[in-house]
């Protein structure tokens, strides 16, 4: 799994990705993405605005409607966080952004090489990844 540090946890973060992002939707995955240095008022008055505008925090969400059962939606969020850990290994996301993953119900019939190929196409199509 990617480090604790990436991991997108506070409501206040949540809020911020949710009111402000913008959405990227794919066949089996959506993406909402919110890149931290374009608008100064999301900068907490109380941090280091340098800091704040360099991290890059992930969330991963897997809901019912994927499948009632815990084992159908675990496998698939175990499957996309290990794709993005593999993937921020190799340093090949920019910081400076917030990415929260939201899978469709359709993700459950999906190979792991296929939701690799669609979480690597909405980082691109998200201008997050670097070439």
Known sequence: MYNKENHLTKVRDFNLVLKHGYWLNNQFLSLKVLELAKNESYIPSTGDVDNFKKQLKLAVNVGLKVSKKAVVRNRA????????????????????????????????DKTFAEISEEVKVLLKRAGVMVK
């Open 77 to 108: 969020k175990r499957q996309v966080v290990e794709i993005l850990r593999e993937v921020m290994s190799r340093d090949a996301i920019k910081s400076g952004y917030y990415l929260f993953f939201v899978a469709k119900p359709n993700i459950k």
